[in-house]
């Protein structure tokens, strides 16, 4: 059996067809309110990747009143999803200017087929992929609880509304949800049960993702 230091340094190792090092590219799925930055802020320490969060990218812009921020504000303080092109600019920037990562927990982002297409194709460019998918499943009632609490701390506006909140739910179902469907397509989604203490779900969480850089 190899210690997981001994793994991570032969997976860095293994080049890719056009020869690069292989990254390990996660993305972070499931319902706003599902834990996917709770965990991310644990997974990269772990796993010693860049988190990209399209949310606290969006949340960093509009605390620097910057145009990009006023027009995502107006689009998030509804529950809707912030237009694709932006979203896609933003993001892509913030890859670019971290050239020299080992690989991207990607948290909240994609959140439509178009942006899962610009990922791709992004990834694609420089011969690499999207290693998995995995989807955290919380129950809607559970989340509206979770997100209303962290309204009495966090000051988020989106949080603060329960009709907003569930706008957020519709759009993950009506919109989001077939992004998992796209990954399915290249067998690499997982689903684990995000309800449960925070360590318990970070354990579910590694099993699955340890399991599939093995099987990379
Ligand atoms: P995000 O910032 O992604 O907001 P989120 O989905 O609410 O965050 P997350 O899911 O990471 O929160 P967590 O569960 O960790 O997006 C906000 C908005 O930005 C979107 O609505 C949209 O308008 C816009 N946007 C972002 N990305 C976009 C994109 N790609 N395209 C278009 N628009 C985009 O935390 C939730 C709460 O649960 C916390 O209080 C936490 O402490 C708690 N919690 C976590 N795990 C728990 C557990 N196991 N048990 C109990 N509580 C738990």
Do not use: C, W
Request: no cysteine; hydrophobic share 40%.
């Amino acid at each position: 059996m190899l210690s997981l230091e001994s793994f991570f340094s032969k997976f860095f190792k293994k080049k890719n067809l056009t020869g690069q090092t292989a990254m390990i590219n996660l993305i972070l799925f499931g319902p706003p309110g599902s834990g996917k930055g709770t965990q991310a802020a644990q997974l990269v320490e772990k796993y010693n990747l860049l988190h990209i969060s399209t949310g606290d990218l969006f949340r960093s812009e509009i605390g620097n009143k910057t145009a990009l921020g006023i027009e995502a504000k107006s689009y998030m303080d509804k529950g809707a999803l912030v237009p694709d092109e932006v979203t896609i600019n933003m993001l892509k920037k913030k890859v670019k200017e971290n050239p020299d990562v080992k690989g991207y927990i990607f948290d909240g982002f994609p959140r439509t087929i178009p942006q899962a297409e610009a990922l791709d194709t992004m990834l694609m460019a420089d011969g690499q992929a999207i290693t998995s998918l995995v989807t955290l499943n919380v129950d809607d009632e559970e989340i509206v609880a979770r997100l209303l609490n962290r309204a009495k701390t966090s000051g988020r506006s989106d949080d603060a509304n329960e009709g907003v909140i569930r706008n957020r739910l519709s759009v993950y179902k009506e919109t989001t949800a077939v992004v998992a469907r796209h990954y399915d397509k290249k067998d690499k989604t997982h689903t684990i049960n995000g309800v449960g203490t925070i360590d318990e779900v970070f354990g579910r969480l590694t099993e699955v993702i340890d399991r599939a850089l093995v099987a990379v």
